[in-house]
């Protein structure tokens, strides 16, 4: 079935570095989807993809979605404590929506 | 405006009980989701529902599990008997279904803990 697989699990910063996540799949997606979790809260959505290669930015987040619409990423620029979280991707091919395992980002001050 | 509604926030409960999970989508939302969130298994998709209409439930467990969507305000998750591996946060989410796209807005999920 679709899956959408996503690198790295975890990653630890120093405030101020950049980070950035992965999202792949075997198959072409129609859209992705980005959503950030905070520590006790819910998913909240960042934004949505759908055409190949497009790129977009919101402040210091930029989205890219592939070429080949196989593949996703989500890179932050100097990361703040603010970005603390889990950055889920997440695609609908068929109407359900399937979340890939997430990344979890912590920031050091 | 209010958000997707669930309750409750919190349930503590004992094996082989039963648990009813509820949810309040936000008004004019057609699509309703149904997720399971764990450490082990990150976030997955129980089921999904069309205008009320259950479209699929492949990541339904097991005959424990159960929802209902008797209308467009209203839906529910059902366990029972309830096991200590069902431990886990739920999450409704609603969206306006606009072909295979359309944003997802969550609840703030129901923490249910099976002993």
């Known amino acids: 079935g679709q899956q959408v697989m996503q690198i790295p699990q975890y990653q630890h910063v120093q405030e101020g570095e950049d980070f950035t996540t992965y999202c792949n799949s075997s198959t072409t997606l129609s859209n992705i989807q980005w959503y950030k979790q905070r520590p006790g809260g819910h998913p909240v959505f960042l934004i949505q993809l759908v055409k190949s290669g497009e790129v977009k930015k919101q402040k210091r987040l930029t989205f890219q979605f592939g070429e080949a619409k196989k593949n996703s990423s989500l890179h932050i620029t100097a990361t703040q404590t603010t970005d603390v979280g889990t950055y889920f991707c997440a695609s609908s091919n068929t109407g359900k929506l399937i979340f890939g395992q997430g990344t979890t980002l912590q920031v050091k001050p | 405006d209010a958000g997707v509604i669930q309750s409750p926030r919190h349930e503590v409960t004992e094996m082989g009980q039963e648990v009813t999970l509820r949810c309040k989508p936000i008004s004019g939302h057609n699509s309703l989701f149904w997720y399971r969130q764990t450490m082990m298994r990150g976030l997955e998709l129980l089921i999904y529902?069309?205008?009320?209409?259950?479209?699929?439930d492949s990541g339904m467990p097991e005959d424990r599990f159960s929802a209902k969507m008797p209308n467009a305000s209203f839906s529910t998750l059902k366990i029972q008997p309830s096991e200590p591996r069902d431990s886990a946060v739920y999450f409704c989410a609603s969206r306006i279904a606009t072909g295979r796209t359309g944003e997802l807005f969550f609840g703030e999920g129901s923490r249910l803990t099976v002993l």
């Open positions: 529902f069309n205008n009320n209409v259950p479209i699929d």
